[in-house]
């Protein structure tokens, strides 16, 4: 998941330079209101996560949209996207602390075949 994610960044890369594509910036608003952070204040890492998933319903979707509207390719607005969310709600501490590899569950697939 993370080489797919590294090429989606990187080929939006090249077309980001294309089409004129901005980064996705963020601000840090203070919880429960509009406004804007000040410098130098930090949020607790519960009131951090909040304030991504705020960022992405009202920043990181409506410009995807805005993307789509401008007739730039539908797989790179969303790739766009995807390297977002990639980068600011990926759970990577918690992947961290384990110290042995996780146990993958056994699991048996069913294909059809038909003559």
Not at 69 to 79: E, G
Not at 93 to 105: C, D, G, S
């Amino acid at each position: 998941m993370i080489y797919k994610s590294l090429f989606l960044l990187v080929f939006a890369n090249l077309f980001n330079q294309a089409y004129q594509m901005e980064n996705i910036n963020c601000p840090k608003w203070v919880p429960g209101t509009n406004e804007i952070l000040p410098a130098g204040v930090t949020l607790s890492p519960e009131l951090e996560l909040k304030n991504r998933v705020r960022c992405y319903c009202e920043v990181v979707k409506v410009k995807e949209q805005e993307c789509v509207t401008m007739r730039i390719p539908w797989n790179l607005c969303k790739a766009r996207t995807a390297a977002w969310v990639e980068d600011n709600l990926m759970l990577r501490e918690n992947l961290v602390r384990a110290q042995m590899p996780m146990q993958l569950p056994h699991r048996d697939r069913m294909i059809n075949v038909e003559p």
